[in-house]
């Protein structure tokens, strides 16, 4: 071998040197110290499988967070319905009581004194002193289904007391004379036939007593709440059956 391979196979040695050390340099600046490319594979899988493993465990944790708000959102809305029924049964006893302003159909009842020449100082009311048949009317209208009435725009409950005082009638505390409105909401055929029976209470206003009367069903009809607060003195709920 003469001088010339010598350096020629001296310089391709040194150029193949160069190249192996600029590409392990490269491997090692990618991969790390100390580490080969399979290694550095092996535990980009491991911390593949790791963050796979978490991903996994923060969907479950998602999924069970969004389980728990569903039912606290059917929890709360079971409750708004509760309380919208105790809302609605507190409404609906309330007009039992007569505590709500109510409406709805049913009918309209006037009676007036019967016509006559006025004398001077004579305030007397025919109705007036013969309020108890006021009360009948108002007996046959509750038993015909009647769910709310009102004598001269004053609500009529349980609680409604009719006095005598003079020539008018105290009613809730207040005082009416003739003519005489009585409103009451319910089935409007059923109250005005229980009112109109032959020989019944309509007919002796009218025909005994002359009476002016008028009797109108109508569509719509308002009446006034019970304005009066009743406190409970003496009775008091049971709270205890077996006490």
Do not use: C, W
């Not at 389980?67 to 606290?72: D, T």
């Not at 059917?74 to 309330?94: D, F, M, T």
């Not at 004194?113 to 009948?136: A, C, F, M, W």
Request: aromatic share 8%; proline share 4%; glycine share 6%.
């Amino acid at each position: 071998m003469n001088t010339k391979s010598k350096i020629a196979i001296l310089i391709v040695s040194m150029i193949l040197g160069i190249i192996l050390a600029i590409q392990f340099n490269t491997v090692k600046s990618i991969v790390g110290p100390g580490y080969l490319p399979v290694q550095r594979s092996k535990e980009l899988a491991v911390e593949l499988n790791n963050l796979q493993k978490e991903k996994e465990n923060l969907l479950n944790e998602l999924e069970n967070l969004e389980k728990k708000v569903k039912q606290y959102e059917s929890s709360a809305s079971k409750e708004n319905v509760y309380i919208e029924e105790l809302s609605k049964e507190l409404q609906k006893y309330r007009m039992f009581a007569g505590y709500e302003r109510v409406q709805g159909e049913g009918i309209v009842l006037n009676i007036d004194d019967p016509k006559r020449e006025i004398v001077y100082g004579d305030e007397t009311s025919t109705i007036v002193e013969n309020y108890d048949y006021l009360l009948q009317i108002i007996s046959y209208l509750n038993v015909s289904g009647a769910e709310a009435i009102s004598i001269n725009g004053l609500r009529y409950t349980n609680y409604t007391e009719f006095l005598l005082a003079g020539n008018h009638l105290n009613i809730n505390g207040v005082p009416i004379s003739a003519p005489i409105e009585i409103k009451a909401i319910g089935p409007p055929e059923d109250m005005e036939n229980a009112l109109r029976l032959k020989g019944g209470v309509l007919d002796i206003l009218k025909y005994g007593f002359e009476m002016q009367i008028s009797l109108t069903q109508k569509k719509n009809i308002i009446i006034p709440r019970y304005t009066k607060i009743q406190e409970f003195r003496y009775a008091k709920p049971i709270e205890n059956i077996n006490g």
